[in-house]
Nanobody, 117 residues
Framework: QVQLVESGGGLVQAGDSLRLSCAASGRTFSIYNMGWFRQAPGKEREFVAE????????SYAESVKGRFTISRDNAKNMVSLQMNSLKPEDTAVYYCAARSSSTYSLWGQGTQVTVSS
């Protein structure tokens, strides 16, 4: 079983950058596809980005494409989300998640990102 802990959230201004990290415990981390999701107040949780277990394929929500970059280091059991050109609408709690099948079944506790205008 893999456990996930996010870090790196904070309060920034529009146009700034932040890098979120997700540390995973467990020796089977490398077999999981990893994703980032976010949930803004009063809204449904939404997909942000995903990276395959080998790190050779990534996908992004249209709203973050070209601004956010997901990456992973299987040797360090880490997945990161580099967020550039942040906008106030990026404000949300960001969650790291893992899946070994078609469904995300493992979730972190979340980290708050707040972007002021």
């Amino acid at each position: 079983q893999v456990q996930l802990v996010e870090s790196g959230g904070g309060l920034v201004q529009a146009g700034d950058s932040l890098r979120l990290s997700c540390a995973a415990s467990g020796r089977t981390f490398s077999i999981y596809n990893m994703g980032w999701f976010r949930q803004a107040p009063g809204k449904e949780r939404e997909f942000v980005a995903e990276i395959t277990w080998r790190g050779d394929t990534t996908s992004y929500a249209e709203s973050v494409k070209g601004r956010f970059t997901i990456s992973r280091d299987n040797a360090k059991n880490m997945v990161s989300l580099q967020m550039n050109s942040l906008k106030p609408e990026d404000t949300a709690v960001y969650y790291c998640a893992a899946r070994s099948s078609s469904t995300y079944s493992l979730w972190g506790q979340g980290t708050q990102v707040t972007v002021s205008s």
